[in-house]
């Protein structure tokens, strides 16, 4: 997916700990194909997990944590969004109507 390419560190992060809700680490770990200390330093901020690991995540979650993922990531891009129009002043008004309609 993409859209999962453009996700901040913090999106990626809440996903890895909605995930760790329903599992150990380790089990987290196992099912994603990434050790317990990637998770430890997903969790502490030091690494972040790549595209195909949040993709992973999506692929094992059960329904109930895929739309929650879903939020998350709907929200992040909002977010990124709304940030975007804030700080290009210069986007004319049919661009920001667009984006902002959103809101």
């Not at 901020?45 to 993709?55: A, M």
């Not at 979650?61 to 977010?79: F, L, P, Q, S």
Request: without cysteine.
């Amino acid at each position: 997916m993409r859209i999962i390419h453009n996700l901040s560190k913090d999106a990626r992060e809440r996903i890895i700990s909605l995930l760790l809700e329903k599992r150990s680490k380790k089990e987290l770990a196992e099912e994603l194909d990434v050790s317990p200390s990637a998770i430890t330093k997903f969790l502490n901020g030091l690494t972040h997990p790549s595209d195909k690991t949040i993709e992973r995540a999506i692929e094992i979650a059960d329904e109930e944590e895929k739309e929650r993922i879903y939020e998350i990531i709907v929200e992040d891009i909002m977010e990124s969004l709304e940030e975007f129009v804030k700080n290009n002043y210069s986007i004319n008004e049919k661009i920001k109507n667009m984006i902002t309609r959103s809101f």
